[in-house]
């Protein structure tokens, strides 16, 4: 059963920085790994992607102040958040896809004050 346990969000004034993690266990092959987030009244939408190579994509809105890094070792990826905005704010999914099957977290909260 691959589970995948997000942590590090949390409540951060406009301008700050958070870092959040997500770790995949239950497999023994983890493919691309990826954050999505989903705000109030909203659709989910895809922050940023990384592959297990290293190659990684984002979104138009985080693109220069989110990273997103992964650990192979330990099936693990980041997402360090920078110049947050109150518009960051959501519910970040971590995700996987492992043999063409999606898995998410059960999600972390993000909450930017102005």
């Known amino acids: 059963q691959v589970q995948l346990v997000e942590s590090g969000g949390g409540l951060v004034q406009a301008g700050g920085s958070l870092r959040l993690s997500c770790a995949a266990s239950?497999?023994?092959?983890?493919?691309?790994m990826g954050w999505y987030r989903q705000a109030p009244g909203k659709m989910r939408e895809l922050v940023a992607t990384i592959i297990s190579g290293g190659s990684t994509n984002y979104a138009d809105s985080v693109r220069g102040r989110f990273t997103i890094a992964r650990d192979n070792a330990k099936n693990t990826v980041y997402l360090q958040m920078n110049s947050l905005k109150p518009e960051d704010t959501a519910v970040y999914y971590c995700?996987?896809?492992?043999?063409?099957?999606?898995?998410w977290g059960q999600g972390t909260q993000v909450t930017v004050s102005s």
């Open positions: 995700n996987t896809l492992i043999f063409g099957k999606n898995y």
């Open positions: 239950g497999s023994r092959f983890i493919g691309a």
